[in-house]
């Protein structure tokens, strides 16, 4: 053999050996110490479960900052005086219930305590209207509730559903037989809210014909469904108010609005019935309503750190995690997402800290690597959204993003062997980037790589649900890497002391090899693949 030709094969394996072994040496400031050191801080009380554009939220993102300050990442963000930030700032948008309240006789009822609301209305200063009952707010040729009733300017009370016959065969007045029209059933508040609006109602009542604890679950479930109304947008809402809504009341509130009882209400309901026949005289009241829909701005921002590459500068590689978490439950307890996404978020300065240490060290990446703590992703990934949108480097030159989100415990499927992780889209766009994966973990960690949840079919979409995808949607390569659901997850009970760093540390070194490999090797990665 050419004796050149050996000796550039053999400077090449040499070559080789020693960049693998600058990665195992700085691989060492990895610790489990150290990612505790962090942890106690991002998921301490005093951040108050880091909720989007929170000043908790706002305090985590200044610590993470100062260390990578401190590890001498730059910072690219541009800020509003012309300089450099490690904040990228955005703003998410929502319009809210404020204060929704119907005052009967002096008592006060509470929304989504005593009663909820079916779709959307605006009343942004309390008004007082009189009130008068409608049956059950139908209009047939065969039945008529509003025959010779005057409903303009006013309320009216309906009763949910449509008459049965009172035959007592379980048939419906209007149809003669046990199929029910459109005047029954989970949208029939619909047409009776449109025809009563059309024949000059302000506002509609429907009495529910739920009781009790049925009546408190429903309440909490429709109070769950409103937060839709309710959700923050990356753009300003802009909502058609058309005042097509319904309170949905029980009886006894009703029964208060009307001066009468509940039994005497539910009577007349069954006499409607009975009779075939509209009510001869409709019961009457007074009600003060108010419900205020409201536009709240939240000002948020990712924390984006930068080192700079060396030959290959101007390729960058994307490390990310989501700095916060879902905040203070409605009856005052912190959730302070130690793992959701704690984890990640210390990984990612234990990652800096060792790539700045080899940089120092004159070891530093070839290409640029990309620090990036997004935010919003509880609220819908909306941080990572922006970032794609308005990308602080060009995506074009972003060869990867490696995602790690909630690597500090265990799965039931796990809780016997916890030398494992999920990996999730490692070969959805990029079969080199499965592989060096792969090797990474044969050579240096030995885990079990489970990839369970990367199966098209696997019901949970994890693919879908962190802040990955935002790359992946624009052609990025991507890994998640996550250690599964547990019984703490968004819960309280999510705190430092159930964090298993030992564990952790060695997922993070399985992110550090994989990442020196991507930021180092001469090629950069292909995108070869578009699986789903």
Same mark, same amino acid.
């Given at each position: 053999?050419?004796?050149?030709?050996?000796?550039?094969?053999?400077?090449?394996?040499?070559?080789?050996?020693?960049?693998?072994?600058?990665?195992?040496?700085?691989?060492?400031?990895?610790?489990?110490?150290?990612?505790?050191?962090?942890?106690?801080?991002?998921? =301490?009380? @005093?951040?108050?479960?880091?909720?989007? %554009? /929170?000043?908790?939220?706002? *305090?985590?993102?200044?610590? $993470? &900052?100062?260390?990578?300050?401190?590890?001498?990442?730059?910072?690219?963000?541009?800020?509003?005086?012309?300089?450099?930030?490690?904040?990228?700032?955005?703003?998410?948008?929502?319009?809210?219930?404020?204060?929704?309240?119907?005052?009967?006789?002096?008592?006060?009822?509470?929304?989504?305590?005593?009663?909820?609301?079916?779709?959307?209305?605006?009343?942004?200063?309390?008004?007082?209207?009189?009130?008068?009952?409608?049956?059950?707010?139908?209009?047939?040729?065969?039945?008529?509730?509003?025959?010779?009733?005057?409903?303009?300017?006013?309320?009216?009370?309906?009763?949910?559903?449509?008459?049965?016959?009172? =035959?007592? @065969?379980?048939?419906?007045?209007?149809? %003669? /037989?046990?199929?029910?029209? *459109?005047?029954?059933?989970? $949208? &029939?508040?619909?047409?009776?809210?449109?025809?009563?609006?059309?024949?000059?109602?302000?506002?509609?009542?429907?009495?529910?014909?739920?009781?009790?604890?049925?009546?408190?679950?429903?309440?909490?479930?429709?109070?769950?469904?409103?937060?839709?109304?309710?959700?923050?947008?990356?753009?300003?809402?802009?909502?058609?108010?058309?005042?097509?809504?319904?309170?949905?009341?029980?009886?006894?509130?009703?029964?208060?609005?009307?001066?009468?009882?509940?039994?005497?209400?539910?009577?007349?309901?069954?006499?409607?019935?009975?009779?075939?026949?509209?009510?001869?005289?409709?019961?009457?009241?007074?009600?003060?309503?108010?419900?205020?829909?409201?536009?709240?701005?939240?000002?948020?921002?990712?924390?984006?750190?930068?080192?700079?590459?060396?030959?290959?500068?101007?390729?960058?590689?994307?490390?990310?995690?989501?700095?916060?978490?879902?905040?203070?439950?409605?009856?005052?307890?912190?959730?302070?997402?130690?793992?959701?996404?704690?984890?990640?978020?210390?990984?990612?300065?234990?990652?800096?800290?060792?790539?700045?240490?080899?940089?120092?060290?004159?070891?530093?990446?070839?290409?640029?690597?990309?620090?990036?703590?997004?935010?919003?992703?509880?609220?819908?990934?909306?941080?990572?959204?922006?970032?794609?949108?308005?990308?602080?480097?060009?995506?074009?030159?972003?060869?990867?993003?490696?995602?790690?989100?909630?690597?500090?415990?265990?799965?039931?499927?796990?809780?016997?062997?916890?030398?494992?992780?999920?990996?999730?889209?490692?070969?959805?766009?990029?079969?080199?980037?499965?592989?060096?994966?792969?090797?990474?973990?044969?050579?240096?960690?030995?885990?079990?790589?489970?990839?369970?949840?990367?199966?098209?079919?696997?019901?949970?979409?994890?693919?879908?649900?962190?802040?990955?995808?935002?790359?992946?949607?624009?052609?990025?390569?991507?890994?998640?890497?996550?250690?599964?659901?547990?019984?703490?997850?968004?819960?309280?009970?999510?705190?430092?002391?159930?964090?298993?760093?030992?564990?952790?540390?060695?997922?993070?070194?399985?992110?550090?090899?994989?990442?020196?490999?991507?930021?180092?090797?001469?090629?950069?990665?292909?995108?070869?693949?578009?699986?789903?």
């Amino acid at each position: 053999m050419n004796k050149n030709l050996m000796a550039g094969m053999f400077l090449s394996v040499a070559t080789l050996a020693n960049a693998q072994d600058d990665a195992s040496e700085f691989a060492k400031s990895i610790t489990p110490e150290d990612l505790k050191k962090h942890l106690v801080i991002i998921a =301490s009380d @005093s951040l108050e479960g880091r909720d989007t %554009g /929170s000043p908790g939220q706002k *305090k985590a993102a200044e610590y $993470v &900052s100062g260390f990578y300050k401190a590890y001498g990442t730059t910072p690219i963000a541009p800020a509003s005086d012309g300089s450099k930030s490690y904040l990228q700032k955005y703003n998410l948008y929502k319009r809210a219930w404020g204060e929704v309240y119907v005052k009967v006789n002096g008592r006060k009822y509470e929304f989504n305590k005593d009663f909820y609301l079916n779709g959307l209305v605006s009343i942004p200063e309390e008004v007082n209207t009189p009130v008068v009952t409608a049956g059950y707010g139908i209009e047939e040729s065969s039945y008529n509730d509003y025959a010779n009733l005057d409903v303009k300017d006013k309320s009216v009370i309906l009763f949910d559903g449509e008459p049965e016959s009172g =035959s007592g @065969s379980g048939k419906f007045l209007l149809s %003669g /037989s046990g199929e029910k029209s *459109k005047w029954s059933g989970p $949208v &029939s508040w619909q047409p009776k809210v449109k025809l009563a609006i059309a024949k000059g109602a302000r506002f509609v009542f429907i009495v529910t014909d739920k009781t009790g604890e049925d009546l408190d679950k429903e309440i909490r479930q429709r109070a769950v469904m409103s937060r839709r109304f309710s959700a923050p947008t990356l753009k300003p809402v802009e909502e058609s108010l058309t005042n097509m809504a319904a309170f949905v009341i029980s009886p006894e509130m009703a029964a208060s609005i009307l001066k009468t009882s509940a039994a005497a209400l539910l009577k007349s309901k069954t006499a409607l019935g009975k009779s075939g026949k509209p009510a001869a005289k409709n019961l009457t009241g007074n009600v003060s309503l108010k419900a205020e829909r409201v536009s709240e701005t939240i000002e948020t921002e990712n924390v984006a750190a930068f080192m700079e590459g060396s030959d290959k500068k101007d390729e960058v590689l994307v490390i990310s995690a989501h700095l916060d978490h879902i905040g203070i439950s409605p009856n005052g307890e912190i959730n302070n997402g130690a793992d959701d996404d704690g984890s990640g978020t210390v990984s990612l300065l234990e990652l800096a800290e060792a790539f700045s240490k080899a940089k120092a060290a004159g070891k530093g990446p070839r290409r640029s690597i990309l620090f990036l703590n997004v935010t919003g992703e509880e609220k819908g990934l909306f941080g990572s959204e922006y970032y794609s949108e308005n990308p602080l480097l060009p995506l074009k030159n972003t060869i990867a993003d490696l995602n790690i989100d909630m690597i500090g415990r265990v799965d039931e499927a796990h809780k016997n062997d916890p030398k494992y992780v999920y990996l999730i889209g490692s070969d959805k766009l990029s079969s080199t980037l499965h592989a060096i994966s792969e090797d990474a973990n044969k050579k240096y960690i030995n885990y079990k790589l489970d990839y369970t949840f990367n199966d098209a079919k696997d019901p949970n979409r994890f693919y879908y649900r962190s802040d990955h995808y935002n790359f992946a949607k624009m052609g990025v390569p991507v890994i998640f890497y996550f250690t599964g659901v547990h019984e703490d997850y968004h819960k309280p009970g999510d705190d430092v002391e159930k964090i298993m760093f030992d564990k952790q540390a060695e997922i993070v070194k399985l992110v550090f090899y994989t990442a020196w490999e991507l930021a180092n090797r001469d090629e950069r990665i292909v995108v070869d693949s578009n699986k789903e």
